[in-house]
Structure formats: C-alpha cells, structure tokens
C-alpha cells in the first residue's frame, strides 16, 4: 500500500493511480528559470506534519550547470546571492488549476476507499456463512467416506480368508510329480553323448567336404532337440521348485494383506465415530501436510485383488503343472526319437552321394590322365615343327644374302628378289604361330597336371569322409539303445515300434 497524506490524517486503502499531469512540464516554466544559475534543492521532509499539504513538493534538480545568460556572463556562481524574486520563483511552481486538481484527486480517492470498505464488509458476512456450511458439508462427507471405507475392508477381509484357505489346500499335491522329474532327466543323456560324438568326428573331414551339409543340420538338430528336452524337462522341474515357492510366497502375501486390513479397520471404525464432541481429539498442526500415502482407492483395491488373482493363478498353474509334466515326458521321447531316425536317413543319403562324388571323380582322374599323355605329344610334335621350319628360313636368308653380292646394275628388285622377301616373312610368321600353339599347350599341360592334383586330393578326401560317416558315426549309432526309461521307468510300445522302424535306415 502507499502512504498518503500527513501522518496524522493518513488512509489505508488500494493503490492509487498517480496523476498523469501532477506537476506542470519543465518547459511551460517561465523562461527566467532557466536563466538562473543551478542551487541546491532543500533537504527537509515533505512529509512533516507542519507541512500544509504533501502536493506541496520541491521538484528535484540535478545539479548541473545552466547556460549562461547575458546579465551573469563574467560571474561564478560563488560570487552570486540568492535574491528573494529568486527563492519566490521556486516555491511557487503550481498554478490554480493544479490546486483545485489535487483536490479533486483527494475527494475521489476517498469515495473509492469508503465504497471498497463497505464491499469488503459485506463479503466477509457472505464468506462467513458460506464458509461454515462449507465445513459442516465436509465433515458429512469425511465421515460417510469413512464409513464406505470400513464397508469395502470387511469386504476384501472375507474373500482374503477364502482364498487362504483354497491356497494351503493346492500346495500340499506337487511334491511327488517333482521327484518323478528329477529321475527322467538322467535318462537323455545316452543319445545326447552319441549326437555330440557325431558331430566331433565330422569336424575331421578335409577340406571341401567340410559343408555344411543335411547330416550336420540334422546332427545339430537332434543335439538341439535333446537338449531342448532335457531344458524343458529342467525348466518344468524349476517350475515345480518356484511353484511351491510361489504358492508358499502367495499365501504369505495374502495372510499378510489380512492383517493389514484387520488394523486398518480397527482405525478407521474408530476414525468414524468420532465427533465435533467426542473425546480424545486435538489440534495436530501441520498434519495435513505430512502426506504418507502410498496408494489411491484404485491402487489399494487392486492391491488386494492381484493378490487374489495371484492366488487363483498361482493355484491353477500348480494344477495345471501336474498334468502338464505327465504330457511332457512322452512328448520329449517321441521327439527324440523321431529326430533320430531323421539323422540316420540324411546319414545314409550323405553316404550314397559321397560314394557316387568318389566314383566319379576316379572317372574324371582317369580322362585327365589321358588327356596329359595326348597333350605331351602334341607339345612334342609342335617343337619338332618348330625345328624343321628353322631349315627353310635358313634357305631363304641364305639366298637373300648371296644376292646382296651381285654387282652394280645387277642389283635389281626382280620377282626372285620379292619372293625370297615374301618367304622369309611367310616362314617367321608360321614360326611364331607354332611357338605360339606350344604354348598354349603347355599352358594346358600345367592345368591339366593342376586338374590330376586336384582329382586325386579331392578323392583322398572323398575316401576319408567316407570312413568318417559310413565306420565311425554310423558305427556309434547302430549300438543306440533301444530303450528309454523315461516313463514310469520304461518306454512305450509306440516307442519300441519306433526303435524297429529306426533300424531299417541304419546299413549294415
């Protein structure tokens, strides 16, 4: 707020707009103001209480120097005196009309603080009466709310209590189904250890027959399966443990969300009933403040009701594990089995095309070796044409050179002169030509030698995957055994029936 007025008569009300046009502008000001020499503003209070009036202000001057007039030029301000027309021109700065201003300023100023109050007075009388029945309404509803409360805790406490004891009756039926899974395991490993041999023995062949072919596909296949059983059967036994954990941690989680319950409804029964009257009840300042909540009605009933659900879930999962383990063990068997039988039919189809890829590359070996016998006599026959083309080029040099001797006129360019010329060309030509052809047939030589190296190293590694697959691998897998005791100790017939079927694919 601001101050207006003397101390003694001073108001309290709303800021007032100060008046745009308060003070006259400097420049209406008579011009021997600014003739004047600069003084010292006066330094005494305006706001006194001897002062007439507060309008009656001394305009503040920064002290800084004039521009000389005519009648002061020649004189410091140091030798000047203020002169009394002087002191007058300066106290005297408002005209009339800013007098009857301000005080019409004043007289609106005062009816707008007295119209402020009264409206301030009758706001407070509304806002009293609001406000009471404001709390009266809240408190019904504080204490209806309360009671709602008190309604859905007894709610959620019996469907807790049921549960419980649906829980305790579930987790006494796992125990045995967990000890049958433990002895199944033991019994995959036979067929895991035969399929990793396999594949080791495979990592043997040489060279190009390293492809990764449908053997290994299956090999990898059969490992994947058989320890995809034994993880199931791993993972089922896991969830046999972490069930009858879950079950035990369920019912914990419920017992422990009823007694929760049973004392927040011992509070809020007792929050219920009391009274603007009732004993027992104080201020607790800043208690309204401290917020240590950590859930909302949505979030607290969901609370109670996922550990329901969790319960139900958790019961039904255990039920259905059981039956789930039976399935599980013929299951795994029957694809252990198949997939067997998958790997010794691609084994034997591996076999077949090695041995045709052996028998054809002796084929090829065989033409390669006769066409490097025909290649070495053509290379012979080339160079002995090579030689016998040397005689004729000699001739005819020969010639050339003798009839370079013939005497003055007798040199003459006759058709001799050009058909010797002409068979030296024809015959260096066909020279070139033929050394040319010899070697191109030795080059052919060298890839054919390169060829029969190549043939016979690719049928050495032919030979040895051969042994590989045909001795060693399918040696392993004829001594498979012909049982699993994966069920109740023993195999099914279908299983049995397998096992003959398996044998036919299996070479002697």
């Keep these: 707020m601001e101050l207006v007025g003397s101390t003694l008569t001073a108001t309290y009300a709303h800021p007032r707009p100060t008046p745009s046009n308060f003070l006259p502008a400097i420049s209406t000001m008579a011009s021997s103001y600014k003739n004047r020499f600069p003084h010292y503003a006066l330094t005494h209070s305006l706001s006194l209480p001897w002062r007439p009036s507060a309008y009656y202000k001394v305009a503040a001057i920064t002290p800084t120097l004039a521009p000389f007039s005519k009648s002061s030029q020649g004189l410091t301000p140091c030798n000047m005196l203020p002169y009394v027309s002087n002191r007058t021109a300066l106290f ?24 402020n ?3 301030l007075r009758v706001d407070t009388s509304r806002m009293i009466q609001d406000k009471d029945q404001q709390i009266r309404k809240t408190q019904t509803e504080s204490t209806r709310n309360l009671g709602e409360r008190v309604n859905d805790i007894i709610f959620w406490k019996s469907e807790l209590n049921h549960e419980i004891d649906g829980m305790i ?13 433990e002895r199944a395991i033991l019994e995959t490993e036979g067929q895991l250890q035969v399929a990793q041999e396999c594949l080791l023995h495979r990592e043997k062949r040489m060279g190009i027959d390293l492809v990764h072919d449908d053997v290994e596909k299956q090999l990898m296949t059969e490992v994947d399966v058989i320890l995809s059983c034994q993880e199931r059967m791993r993972r089922y036994l896991g969830k046999t443990a972490a069930q009858l954990a879950a079950n035990r941690a369920a019912q914990h989680e419920l017992e422990k969300d009823l007694s929760d319950k049973q004392a927040a409804q011992r509070i809020d029964d007792k929050c219920h009933h009391l009274r603007n009257t009732s004993d027992g009840i104080s201020f607790y300042r800043g208690v309204e403040r401290v ?30 594990l059981r039956d789930d383990i039976e399935t599980l063990l013929v299951t795994t068997a029957n694809e252990m089995w198949n997939q067997f039988n998958k790997v010794n039919v691609a084994f034997t189809n591996r076999i077949s095309e090695t041995a045709d890829a052996k028998n054809k590359i002796q084929a090829h070996l065989a033409k390669t070796l006769q066409e490097i016998f025909e290649t070495e006599m053509t290379i012979e026959a080339l160079r002995k044409a090579i030689k016998d083309k040397g005689c004729s080029l000699k001739v005819a040099q020969t010639r050339l050179d003798e009839r370079l001797r013939r005497p003055n006129i007798e040199l003459c360019r006759d058709s001799a002169q050009l058909r010797l010329v002409n068979e030296v060309y024809e015959i260096d030509d066909t ?5 040319q052809r010899l070697r191109d047939a030795e080059d052919t030589l060298q890839a054919l030698v390169h060829t029969k190296a190549n043939l016979e190293h690719d049928l050495a590694v032919k030979a040895n995957t051969l042994f590989i697959d045909q001795e060693k691998c399918m040696g392993m897998r004829k001594t498979f055994p012909n049982t699993l005791r994966l069920v109740h100790g023993t195999i099914s017939m279908n299983d049995v029936a397998s096992n003959k079927e398996t044998s036919q694919y299996i070479p002697s």
């Design 92 to 115: 005297t700065r408002y005209t009339p009309e800013d007098w009857y201003r301000a005080n019409l300023t004043n007289f609106k100023e005062s009816e707008a603080s007295r119209h």
């Design 117 to 119: 109050a009264e409206r």
């Design 169 to 181: 009756g579930e987790t006494n039926a796992l125990s045995d189904m967990k000890k049958r899974l």
């Design 291 to 320: 917020d240590a909540t950590i859930s909302v009605p949505e979030s607290w009933a969901k609370f109670t009701d996922d550990n329901i659900m969790r319960s139900q879930s958790e019961r039904a999962a255990s039920g259905k």
């Design 431 to 435: 020279i070139q030509d033929l050394q």
